[in-house]
């Protein structure tokens, strides 16, 4: 498994001085420390392989993981059993997405099973971008988190300015 901390602070359960660095720094958060270590333990108890654990962005109701390429099925778990843990563990639901710079990739993704119309960017005199994300209203109850938490974790993800509108 590979994680953003060292594998012997995943072992011991305790931060060398390396991986203590990189919290202070901001480099990794807490959540990463614990997502990080209960993955750790999930991979020794059910014999999990081959996860590349990149970070984790939490909101009020979601905690989204972000995982390597085409390492998703591997996290989910036969049915579902792996996130069911996670989410028991961590007491908030769980969202899976791969690893990507494409930003458009990482919205569909994080509002699967929505549908996104489109993502237009707006451009403001200062210089300022924002980028305008459109979902159909009729796919709003689709959408596994509220509007609010979606672009507080999209504008986390890809640190753009991200608004969600409901056509």
Do not use: W
């Not at 989910?76 to 996670?86: A, E």
Request: charged share 30%; with cysteine.
């Amino acid at each position: 498994m590979k994680a953003p901390i060292c594998e012997i602070c995943l072992k011991s359960g305790i931060l060398c001085l390396g991986c203590e660095e990189k919290l202070k720094k901001g480099v990794i958060t807490d959540l990463d420390v614990k997502i990080s270590k209960l993955l750790y333990q999930l991979e020794q108890e059910h014999h999990i392989r081959d996860i590349s654990f990149v970070k984790a962005v939490e909101s009020r109701s979601i905690i989204v993981i972000i995982v390597g390429k085409g390492e998703i099925g591997n996290l989910i778990g036969k049915g579902g059993k792996t996130v069911k843990f996670l989410q028991r563990s961590l007491r908030k639901k769980i969202r899976i997405i791969e690893d990507t710079d494409d930003v458009k990739k990482i919205i569909q993704d994080l509002l699967h099973p929505a549908r996104v119309l489109g993502m237009n960017i707006l451009y403001f005199p200062s210089g300022e971008k924002k980028y305008k994300v459109r979902v159909p209203r009729e796919d709003e109850r689709r959408i596994p988190t509220t509007l609010q938490s979606a672009e507080e974790i999209l504008s986390k993800l890809t640190d753009l300015n991200i608004q969600m509108t409901l056509e």
